[in-house]
């Protein structure tokens, strides 16, 4: 035992000696290209002089990267995440500048701008060195990846590791199972393509494909907060108002998230999935774990509970895998620029504005967010931790502003794959064996926004529908006009009148939110959810205006007389009771489930008054977000409702052939069946009975 302790500490002093000597000519090499960084004085000095300089001034800049940088990060944990890229770089060279100030050769100097340029090169350099140095000593990787990932587990001395599996379920957002398929089968994901059966594994899949249906809110935060808590009833969409509270809630709201935690786990009685030693990475939702990182519903809270920040310091503390995961940043900046500013050039359709800040959200969702929860998963792997929950949002970032079958977003979903083939390399040197599940939480359909094609958006159509004075531009649109005249002839005002229009009084004026192509009206001076017969005595040509409308598909409203009532254009009006797959109705075109979803959404305290769903065309796939993106979710439509999951054989079957997964809520109920399987017990609820009876 003392041997091998013997040979770690030669085997770490020698990749130091080397680290420091490639640091050294590095410096070197810098002085002699860059003229406003010199290791020399001003009169010249030997060579010796100048190695000497370059060796003791690398030995103190690795010094100080190695004790004063973790301070500096800690620190920084409350600075937003956007901003972050741009400090790294400064942090970095002001380290530097320090170094050569206090080298004791007093020789060596650098402009403040030269600095930020020296330090980043060597520590990219130092990095690839160290993890060069390192890939062939599987003791010193492990050990590498414990002290990034910052995730040791405190284990009394001689306490063996679990010998039962843990399980790591990694979401792939927004990635749909249709452009999944469409991914393995061009060679953009060989990871994936390896587990399915393809070259690599001798035709032998170690994993399973599976689709899976979502409820009508077809986003993440609804779904994710099924998958990890259990129930995501009453969450309509991904924004909607609320009358009891007057508020707006939005599932990305750090306070709003927290609230739907609470909600879900007073509903079920249950913390979560993750509620025994397990891990939530870049979550919206906790799932009841202990150990967090970018966990949206723990950012709300304040005090040293909240460690949810903790995984910036546990990537970042590491000075170069700051500095490399920044150079990402920048360089994901300017490739979104490029790209951008390429398809402005081809006029592409459809397309939204890519400007603003938009380039620095990506850069953070691609590069920061995927590398720091990368790094936590590892840590948690090999930490042995029974479950582990991570989300990785890269690909709905981009597939909502380039497209889901973009070039860009499949250039996005090649890296995810290399994510998963290292995590998959990491479960080779964790202390006890890992099956990792990979699922997404919805799809993306495409199609161009609402507002493009017909020139005004849903709030304004809403208000032209109402009577309410819109914008000149919407009036002018075709839309603006049927809409018009639509009030005037419910008013019995063949003729509008000049000077005279009718408007209702502000408080009747409606809150229009929007969730992908699904859209949520709202009028807030009524304290319950009002009646189809109500808002028709109010604004007698609201509901034909949207339900004759070429882009909605179809509307959702209270009925005093049945209940649920779908409307459709051509004056179809249908109870939801009265829907099931043998008789759609106005939701033939949007598939089976469709009229479960709907009638499940009704039943939700907090549904909005309207419920507007935009249309659907099944030749091509497309939906009308009523949002700015060509690539949305959120409502039904296409390949948005139907994400995948993607599971070992070693588990069991999440339905049998003959049976379809539908809902976020049967997709938790899998995974805790998953947990059990691995003799935990990890989740500290009996089977419930319809499980026992499976």
């Known amino acids: 035992m003392g041997g091998r302790r013997w040979r770690r500490l030669l085997s770490g002093v020698w990749r130091s000696l080397a680290v420091w000597a490639v640091s050294t000519v590095t410096m070197l090499v810098l002085a002699g290209v860059l003229p406003d960084f010199q290791l020399e004085s001003t009169n010249g000095d ?31 944990l409350l600075v937003p995440a956007l901003v972050l890229g741009l400090l790294v770089f400064f942090l970095n060279g002001s380290l530097l500048l320090i170094a050569l100030r206090i080298n004791p050769s007093g020789q060596g100097e ?80 060989p990871t994936v393509a390896q587990w399915l059966g393809g ?160 380039p620095f959200v990506r850069a953070f969702a691609t590069v920061v967010e995927r590398d720091v929860v990368v790094a936590a998963v590892i840590g948690d792997m090999l930490a042995g931790r029974n479950a582990v929950y991570a989300d990785l949002v890269a690909y709905d970032e981009v597939a909502h502003h380039s497209g889901p079958r973009s070039r860009d977003a499949e250039k996005v979903l090649e890296r995810l794959d290399r994510s998963l083939a290292l995590v998959a390399k990491v479960a080779e040197h964790a202390p006890r064996p890992y099956r990792i599940v990979v699922l997404s939480d ?18 304004n159509l809403v208000r032209a529908g109402c009577g309410l004075p819109v914008p000149r531009r919407a009036q002018r649109t075709h839309s603006g006009t049927e809409a018009r005249a639509a009030v005037r002839a419910a008013l019995r005002r063949p003729v509008e009148e000049r000077g005279e229009r009718h408007r209702p009084s502000r408080r009747s004026e409606p809150i229009v939110l929007a969730s992908g192509n699904l859209g ?47 409307l459709a254009a051509n004056g179809a009006e249908v109870p939801v009771d009265k829907l099931d797959d043998a008789r759609p109705g106005p939701l033939a075109d949007f598939g089976p489930g469709a009229a479960d979803a709907v009638r499940r959404t009704h039943s939700f305290p907090h549904v909005a008054d309207i419920m507007v769903n935009s249309s659907y065309d099944p030749q091509e796939g497309e939906v009308l977000a009523f949002e700015e993106q060509i690539g949305s979710h959120g409502g039904l439509g296409g390949a948005q409702a139907r994400p995948f999951l993607l599971s070992p054989v070693a588990l069991s079957v999440p339905v049998e052939d003959d049976a379809d997964l539908v809902g976020a809520e049967q997709v938790h109920r899998v995974l805790r069946r998953w947990l059990r399987e691995c003799d935990g017990p990890q989740v500290p609820l009996a089977a419930p009975a319809d499980e026992r009876a499976a």
């Open 46 to 76: 030997s060579a010796t002089r100048i190695a000497v300089t370059a060796g003791v001034g690398a030995a103190v800049f690795g010094l100080l990267s190695s004790l004063v940088w973790p301070l500096l990060v800690r620190a920084l």
């Open 110 to 189: 650098a402009a403040p701008e030269t600095a930020v340029v020296v330090a980043a090169v060597m520590s990219a350099v130092a990095s690839a060195t160290g993890g060069a140095l390192a890939v062939r000593d599987d003791d010193a990787y492990r050990r590498r990846l414990y002290r990034l990932a910052d995730r040791r587990r405190r284990r009394g001395d001689g306490q063996a590791w679990p010998s039962t599996p843990g399980a790591v379920f990694l979401q792939l957002d927004g990635v749909g199972h249709d452009v999944l398929q469409e991914a393995v089968a061009k060679g953009l994901m």
């Open 199 to 358: 070259p690599g594994e001798g035709g032998c899949p170690t994993h399973r494909l599976t689709p899976w249906r979502t409820d009508w809110s077809s986003q993440t935060g609804a779904s994710q907060l099924g998958i990890l808590h259990g129930s995501n009833h009453d969450v309509p969409a991904f924004r909607w108002y609320e009358k009891d509270t007057h508020e707006v809630m939005v599932c990305n709201r750090p306070s709003n998230a927290a609230e739907l935690q609470r909600r879900a786990v007073e509903y079920t009685g249950d913390g979560g999935l993750l509620t025994v030693d397990g891990a939530s990475r870049g979550n919206l939702f906790s799932g009841g774990a202990d150990q967090l990182a970018l966990v949206l519903s723990m950012a709300a809270r304040r005090g040293r509970e909240n460690r949810s920040r903790s995984g910036y310091f546990a990537y970042f503390s590491d000075p170069a895998n700051a500095v490399r995961t920044a150079m990402s940043f920048v360089a994901e900046v300017l490739r979104e620029m490029g790209q951008s500013t390429w398809a402005r050039m081809k006029k592409r359709r459809p397309r939204v504005k890519r400007g603003g800040l938009y």
């Open 442 to 459: 919805h799809g993306q359909s495409p199609g161009e926004t609402f507002l493009t094609r017909y020139g005004l958006s849903l709030g």
């Open 520 to 566: 949520l009206v709202s009028f807030p001076d009524m304290p319950h959810r009002m009646s189809r017969e109500e808002i028709d005595r109010r604004h007698p040509a609201l509901l034909s205006t949207l339900a004759n409308h070429p882009g909605v598909g179809f509307v959702l409203v209270r009925s005093e007389e049945y209940g649920g009532l779908v």
